[in-house]
């Protein structure tokens, strides 16, 4: 079974500031995806960034960028200069490239605060 | 096409009622999930459909709780005599997958809250 974990629950940021979340994830499988999703107080779960287990480069979008450590399990994400539309419960989630399009598996969640 | 619609928003019942909640999914997505969400966790798989089949039920979904997805296009996700364990966020999303070239990412609504009293 695939398991994700995100050890922050809250984190905070100041406004133009770069913040970084942390996820691990655990699977025997070496094929896979990865994602962040971000939940803001409207509730709809919205694609952040998507990153595939067999590409080395890191995933960039905008001004959201990962760093994918595949032997350590790791999957983080960097927000720089964050803006006040930034804040929002932020999900790691997993699923296998096997099975894509099926369950995704997700983390417990951190809640990102962006100060002004 | 506005994306994933859910419907009711929220739904607050009393308990050992029965309710249905209602997902429209972007209209060429081919598969629709259902996740349970409960305050401050990530959510969690309850089944999905590729079309009007269902493929895979998680083992959350208890007797009490089934979802029909006729003619391929809405799902509705019903639960019987209700509990109070039974509040949560319910989620819909759907995906397009392709037997070649692959697969989109979710497309996620905006949930159904539920809360049992």
């Known amino acids: 079974a695939q398991t994700v974990t995100q050890s922050q629950p809250e984190m905070s940021v100041q406004e133009a500031e770069t913040v970084t979340l942390s996820c691990t994830y655990d699977?025997?499988?070496?094929?896979?995806?990865l994602f962040w999703y971000k939940q803001p107080p409207s509730r709809q779960m919205i694609l952040v960034i998507r990153q595939e287990a067999y590409k080395q480069q890191n995933a960039t979008e905008n001004r959201f960028s990962v760093n994918f450590q595949k032997a350590a399990k790791s999957f983080s994400l960097k927000i720089s200069d964050s803006q006040l539309g930034d804040a929002a419960m932020y999900f790691c989630?997993?699923?296998?490239?096997?099975?894509?399009?099926?369950?995704?598996?997700f983390g417990e969640g951190t809640q990102l605060t962006v100060n002004p | 096409d506005t994306g994933v619609s859910q419907d009711p928003r929220h739904k607050i019942t009393k308990r050992g009622q029965n309710v249905t909640f209602r997902c429209d999914p972007i209209s060429e997505h081919n598969r629709l999930y259902w996740y349970r969400q409960t305050l401050g966790q990530g959510p969690e798989f309850l089944t999905y459909f590729q079309n009007e089949a269902q493929l895979e039920k998680s083992r959350l979904l208890s007797d009490r709780f089934s979802a029909e997805r006729p003619k391929g296009s809405f799902s509705t996700l019903e639960i019987q005599r209700t509990e109070q364990g039974d509040s949560a966020m319910y989620l819909c999303a759907s995906s397009l997958v392709k037997a070649i070239g692959g697969y989109y990412g979710y497309t996620f609504g905006s949930g159904t809250r539920l809360t049992v009293v």
């Open positions: 699977t025997s499988e070496s094929d896979y995806y």
């Open positions: 989630a997993h699923h296998l490239r096997k099975t894509s399009g099926s369950r995704l598996t």
